[in-house]
């Protein structure tokens, strides 16, 4: 399984940006693709995940009214669409697969949990 990850860069506060994340070497439609991020000296946290068998989804509350995910199940493929960036939104964001069911469980990461590399998102004028 391998995940690619893109979209990160340097943008302006109040800005947006699309981060995208695909999967190859997954069954078809079965999997959870999830974005996480971690900022420099914090723990890194769930930003919102997409199941690509249901499309239920995870979102953190408190991101959720600028954060929107959605999929495309034919490029095995997952969107962050975030809106209204703040400089605390700066960090290295990361997506993540596991099970289809996985936003059930609020996208908790585990010992099956299938990391890509991050991408870097920094919001400063």
């Known amino acids: 399984v391998q995940l690619q990850a893109s979209g990160g860069g340097l943008v302006q506060p109040g800005g947006s940006l699309k981060l995208s994340c695909t999967a190859s070497g997954v069954t078809p439609n079965s999997v959870t693709i999830g974005w996480f991020r971690q900022a420099p000296g914090k723990e890194r946290e769930a930003v919102s995940c997409i199941s690509l068998s249901d499309g239920s989804t995870f979102a953190q509350y408190a991101l959720a009214d600028r954060f929107a995910i959605s999929r495309d199940n034919a490029k095995n493929t997952v969107y962050l669409q975030a809106h209204r960036l703040k400089p605390e939104d700066t960090a290295v964001y990361y997506c993540?697969?596991?099970?289809?069911?996985?936003?059930?469980?609020?996208?908790?990461?585990?010992?099956?949990?299938?990391w890509g590399q991050g991408t870097q998102v920094t919001v400063s004028s």
């Open positions: 993540a697969v596991d099970s289809p069911n996985w936003p059930r469980s609020g996208c908790r990461w585990g010992a099956r949990t299938l």
